[in-house]
């Protein structure tokens, strides 16, 4: 069965303590990507993976840090986090064929941030 | 400028009917992507459709459909024959230039509600 899985769902946690959310995908997809969700502003782009060890920034990359040494995962880095991080999360996996794509979300991890 | 434009916040139907999600887009390139997105209310994201700017006919998957009209910019999704699950808020995107993997741009969403 195709699945995007991230970890963890919820996480409540204190400025400037580092976490990682964990991305997998069991689809050998070779693009990947993280996006917050907010009220009002919508979905938007974090970062984006295009292959192994090639990433790139979306809309919003400050404060975040990606990596991609395996394809199946795509771990999101909070440094060092702040409120305005409070967010829903979704990890994205994506294969690209001809005229065809095929995507796939993880189920979201809710992050509060105080 | 807005990059992708959905004006209808909400929208009813009737269960059974047709409805059209209106989305306008703005982009200079040539090649680009438009995608529609359904988040239901336990709020897991779902693709549904894809048209890429090259694609002469109307992307379709199923019930749902893409009305593309290049020179007027507007990517809208058609939905046939209504269900009650259909019931959920829809992005549409846009992902600009050649790369698949490129950068997506959402649209506000519109909240569709089926009527039974």
């Known amino acids: 069965e195709a699945q995007v899985t991230q970890n963890p769902r919820y996480l409540i946690t204190v400025t400037g303590k580092k976490l990682t959310v964990t991305c997998s995908q069991n689809m050998n997809h070779e693009y990947m990507s993280w996006y917050r969700q907010d009220p009002g502003l919508g979905l938007r782009q974090i970062y984006y993976s295009m292959n192994v060890e090639v990433t790139d920034k979306g809309d919003v990359p400050e404060g975040y840090k990606v990596s991609r040494k395996e394809k199946r995962n795509f771990p999101l880095i909070l440094e060092s986090p702040s409120p305005n991080q409070t967010s829903l999360y979704f990890c994205?996996?994506?294969?690209?064929?001809?005229?065809?794509?095929?995507?796939?979300f993880g189920p979201g991890t809710r992050l509060t941030v105080t | 400028a807005q990059k992708i434009t959905q004006t209808q916040p909400g929208m009813f139907v009737q269960e059974k009917e047709a409805v059209t999600l209106d989305c306008t887009y703005d982009t200079s390139d040539q090649s680009y992507g438009l995608f529609w997105y359904k988040q239901p209310s336990s709020g897991e994201m779902i693709f549904l459709i894809y048209?890429?700017?090259?694609?002469?006919q109307n992307a379709t998957e199923g019930r749902y459909s893409l009305n593309f009209q290049k020179a007027r910019k507007s990517a809208n999704l058609v939905i046939s024959a209504s269900q009650l699950g259909d019931s959920a808020m829809y992005f549409c995107a846009m992902r600009e230039g050649k790369q698949a993997g490129n950068m997506l741009t959402f649209g506000g969403g519109t909240r569709l509600m089926v009527k039974p």
């Open positions: 048209q890429g700017s090259y694609d002469e």
């Open positions: 994205a996996s994506t294969h690209f064929s001809g005229r065809r794509y095929e995507q796939y």
